[in-house]
Each structure stands twice: as structure tokens, then as C-alpha cells.
């Protein structure tokens, strides 16, 4: 629960922020509409310059900030109305990569404090691998300050010039109401089941965007083994991506026992329906099915990549990242050993409560605006 306080003092104008997104990751949004709802309840005045997509599943504008729809795109345009945005702005808080640099063209000139959170490794190969390293030094020197969601975005960040990273605070807001306090849950995990066609044999989840980075290539490569298991395990993988076409092809192709269910809305009710969630490549920091596998007490397989070692602990079976056998093996011991999985359960719990919390994770944003805010004291 967020602590409600007026943070302005009496007379004095409140604190003026945007914060800036690109569309961005499920975590980054969900961040900022969890941010935006504690600095609205604390007096802040919130304006939140993403697209409208955005704005649409995420509803900045119901936990009460002014929403400005800039598009993606880097034309003059969209840049034009950003910069108005952030006109009168005290403090400009940019989420993720691209967003930043977006932010620091349009304050560029202005002694306006930036702010900027890193959520994720961003990842590139040959010649954009070179620019994006360019692409990181220009916003580590612009920000203010520089936060990074786990150590290796805080080291990268300084690596490439920051003049201030910290570790930052960053909640996963809570499910409203988790499924497994449900009254419907004993009837609704029967139903996820059938209608996914694993109403007799394990069933295992994956979740994401179908991009090359994600580990999916990998993740196809380990199901051509429990192919031998009896029952066959079954994988849906929820998501949309431009890998889908060429991952539907091997599915076919190679007989695999893998159904690519598109995006869904109800990723919380399918993750309480299943066995196993697999994470087999990710370079977010905090990644959301890792959160919301050790949320709802289901048994974690990851790549050990990027932050994720951090965010899960000993609470999952981690494994080397894109090892498909050491990945199929983790699979099957973990279906062989209901004993590990309700152990993993019981550490997940434990995990999830050194986790910041989102009261704590504006109280830390609020430190920092405050820093880079109060007024320098007279001579």
C-alpha cells in the first residue's frame, strides 16, 4: 500500500515530473504506472509522455497523471511535442535506452535534472553493437543520476560514464487479486488446462515478445527431448514477435510439443494453471514471469542471464544461458521431484520478500528528485 503524504510543503508549488517511456517492456510500464500512482498520492505532479498503446493498457491517466501521446518514432514531430511537454518540468525521469536519449534531445540546452531508470541489458550485434555503446555513453553522461534495476546495469552504466548510478528500488505491483486466494481457483485451473490441451500431462509456460535474444531457439532445441517422456510434457508459449513464422515452422516441422498461444491478457490465470514456468533467455534485470512465477508459488527454470541470479536467488533451477541440454535435464528432474518443487515454492516465498516493495521503491525516486530539486543554500 502506498503511503499517502503531500510531499510539496505548505506554499509551495508542487514538484513538476515527467516520465518518459518508449512503449517499452511490460516491467518498465508497469513501473511507471506504479510510480506514477505513489508520486500522485504524494503531491507530485505526474505527466507521462508515452504512446497512446500505452497509455491504454497501463492507464497513467486513471492513477491520476496528464498523459501525452508521443509515438515511438523519432521524427521532428513527436520530438517537438515531447520537448513541449517537458517545458515546464522540474525533473524528466526517462525509462529505458532510447527513451533517455529522446529526453536529453529535448532538454537539450536546459539545466533541467534527468533522471534516468535502466530496466533491461539492451542487446545488439556487429556494427549496432558499436552504436548502441554510443547510444549509452551520450545518455550516461547527460542523466543526472542513473539507476539500474540489478549491479550489472549500475557497472555498465559507470562503465559508460555515468556520473551517478545507484541500484534502484523496483517493485512488481501485485497482482489485485491472485488467483490462488480466488474463490474460482480450483475451477479455473481445470478450465486453463483444457483449454490449453493439457488436461493429462504437465504443462510448462514461457512468456514474451518472439525476438532472437529471448532464447527461444534454445528453448525448441531442449522440448526435442522430453519428446521421450511419458506423459509429454506440453509448452505454450505466450507472445507476439517477429520470430513467430520461422518458430512455427520447427514446431511443425519437427513434430515438437509446443503451442505459440499469441499475446494474452491473462497470463496470471494461465501461470496458476501450470507445472513449470521457463524462462530460457532474457537480459531484463527484473524479469515480470520471473516475479510472477515466485508470486504464485510456481517452480522457476531460468538462463542465468543478466540480472536475473540477483532477482531469483537460490528460489529457481538456474541454468547456463543457451545450454538446451542442461535446460531439458533441469525439466524433466524437476517433473520427476514434486518434493523440489514445493521446495522451490516455499524459497520463491522467501525470495519474494526481499523484494522492494512499491511504497519503498517511490520513497527511494522521491530521495532522488529531492536531491537533484532543493534549491541551493545562499552564500
Same mark, same amino acid.
Given at each position: 500500500?502506498? @503511503?499517502?503524504?503531500?510531499?510539496?510543503?505548505?506554499?509551495?508549488?508542487?514538484?513538476?515530473?515527467?516520465?518518459?517511456?518508449?512503449?517499452?517492456?511490460?516491467?518498465?510500464?508497469? @513501473?511507471?504506472?506504479?510510480?506514477?500512482?505513489?508520486?500522485?498520492?504524494?503531491?507530485?505532479?505526474?505527466?507521462?509522455?508515452?504512446?497512446?498503446?500505452?497509455?491504454?493498457?497501463?492507464?497513467?491517466?486513471?492513477?491520476?497523471?496528464? @498523459?501525452? @501521446?508521443?509515438?515511438?518514432?523519432?521524427?521532428?514531430?513527436?520530438?517537438?511535442?515531447?520537448?513541449?511537454?517537458?517545458?515546464?518540468?522540474?525533473?524528466?525521469?526517462?525509462?529505458?535506452?532510447?527513451?533517455?536519449?529522446?529526453?536529453?534531445?529535448?532538454?537539450?540546452?536546459?539545466?533541467?535534472?534527468?533522471?534516468?531508470?535502466?530496466? *533491461?541489458?539492451?542487446?545488439?550485434?556487429?556494427?549496432?553493437?558499436?552504436?548502441?555503446?554510443?547510444?549509452?555513453?551520450?545518455?550516461?553522461?547527460?542523466?543526472?543520476?542513473?539507476?539500474?534495476?540489478? *549491479?550489472?546495469?549500475?557497472?555498465?552504466?559507470?562503465?559508460?560514464?555515468?556520473?551517478?548510478?545507484?541500484?534502484?528500488?523496483?517493485?512488481?505491483?501485485?497482482?489485485?487479486?491472485?488467483?490462488?486466494?480466488?474463490?474460482?481457483?480450483?475451477?479455473?485451473?481445470?478450465?486453463?488446462?483444457?483449454?490449453?490441451?493439457?488436461?493429462?500431462?504437465? %504443462?510448462?509456460?514461457?512468456?514474451?515478445? /518472439?525476438?532472437?535474444?529471448?532464447?527461444?531457439?534454445?528453448?525448441?532445441?531442449?522440448?526435442?527431448? &522430453?519428446?521421450?517422456?511419458?506423459?509429454?510434457?506440453?509448452?505454450?508459449?505466450?507472445? !507476439?514477435?517477429?520470430?513467430?513464422?520461422?518458430?512455427?515452422?520447427?514446431?511443425?516441422?519437427?513434430?515438437?510439443?509446443?503451442?505459440?498461444?499469441?499475446?494474452?491478457?491473462?497470463?496470471?490465470?494461465? /501461470?496458476?494453471?501450470?507445472?513449470?514456468?521457463?524462462?530460457?533467455?532474457? &537480459?531484463?534485470?527484473?524479469?515480470?514471469?520471473?516475479?510472477?512465477?515466485?508470486?504464485?508459488?510456481?517452480?522457476?527454470?531460468?538462463?542465468?542471464?543478466?540480472?536475473?541470479?540477483?532477482?531469483?536467488?537460490?528460489?529457481?533451477?538456474?541454468?547456463?544461458?543457451?545450454?538446451? !541440454?542442461?535446460?531439458?535435464?533441469?525439466?524433466?528432474?524437476?517433473?520427476?521431484?514434486?518434493?523440489?518443487?514445493?521446495? %522451490?515454492?516455499?524459497?520463491?516465498?522467501?525470495?519474494?520478500?526481499?523484494?522492494?516493495?512499491?511504497?519503498?521503491?517511490?520513497?527511494?525516486?522521491? *530521495?532522488?528528485?529531492?536531491?537533484?530539486?532543493?534549491?541551493?543554500?545562499?552564500?
Amino acid at each position: 500500500m502506498i @503511503h499517502v503524504s503531500s510531499h510539496s510543503p505548505p506554499g509551495q508549488s508542487p514538484l513538476r515530473t515527467v516520465q518518459v517511456l518508449g512503449g517499452g517492456s511490460a516491467g518498465s510500464c508497469a @513501473h511507471v504506472r506504479s510510480l506514477t500512482s505513489g508520486l500522485v498520492a504524494r503531491g507530485v505532479r505526474v505527466t507521462v509522455c508515452a504512446p497512446a498503446s500505452a497509455d491504454h493498457t497501463y492507464d497513467f491517466s486513471g492513477v491520476g497523471a496528464d @498523459h501525452v @501521446h508521443v509515438p515511438r518514432r523519432n521524427d521532428p514531430t513527436s520530438m517537438a511535442v515531447l520537448r513541449a511537454a517537458c517545458a515546464d518540468a522540474d525533473l524528466v525521469h526517462a525509462h529505458g535506452l532510447h527513451s533517455a536519449l529522446r529526453a536529453a534531445l529535448a532538454l537539450s540546452g536546459r539545466r533541467v535534472p534527468l533522471v534516468v531508470t535502466l530496466h *533491461s541489458r539492451p542487446y545488439a550485434e556487429g556494427a549496432r553493437a558499436h552504436l548502441l555503446r554510443l547510444l549509452e555513453r551520450r545518455v550516461a553522461r547527460a542523466a543526472s543520476v542513473v539507476l539500474g534495476s540489478s *549491479s550489472d546495469l549500475v557497472d555498465r552504466a559507470r562503465s559508460r560514464g555515468a556520473r551517478d548510478a545507484r541500484l534502484a528500488a523496483v517493485a512488481l505491483p501485485a497482482p489485485r487479486r491472485p488467483l490462488a486466494e480466488s474463490e474460482d481457483a480450483d475451477r479455473l485451473r481445470p478450465k486453463a488446462r483444457a483449454e490449453l490441451g493439457a488436461t493429462d500431462r504437465p %504443462l510448462l509456460m514461457a512468456v514474451g515478445s /518472439l525476438d532472437r535474444h529471448r532464447g527461444y531457439d534454445t528453448l525448441l532445441d531442449a522440448t526435442r527431448a &522430453w519428446r521421450r517422456l511419458d506423459p509429454v510434457p506440453l509448452l505454450v508459449i505466450a507472445g !507476439e514477435g517477429p520470430l513467430r513464422g520461422e518458430l512455427q515452422r520447427r514446431i511443425v516441422n519437427e513434430g515438437l510439443p509446443v503451442r505459440l498461444v499469441g499475446p494474452r491478457d491473462d497470463i496470471g490465470e494461465l /501461470l496458476a494453471a501450470v507445472d513449470l514456468a521457463l524462462l530460457p533467455g532474457s &537480459w531484463e534485470s527484473r524479469s515480470v514471469l520471473a516475479q510472477e512465477a515466485l508470486h504464485a508459488r510456481v517452480p522457476l527454470v531460468a538462463a542465468a542471464a543478466g540480472g536475473i541470479p540477483e532477482l531469483v536467488g537460490d528460489a529457481a533451477e538456474l541454468v547456463p544461458h543457451g545450454d538446451s !541440454e542442461a535446460l531439458a535435464e533441469a525439466v524433466e528432474a524437476l517433473l520427476a521431484d514434486p518434493a523440489r518443487r514445493e521446495l %522451490l515454492r516455499d524459497k520463491g516465498t522467501l525470495q519474494v520478500a526481499t523484494w522492494p516493495t512499491e511504497d519503498e521503491t517511490v520513497a527511494q525516486v522521491l *530521495s532522488v528528485y529531492d536531491e537533484l530539486t532543493k534549491p541551493l543554500p545562499l552564500p
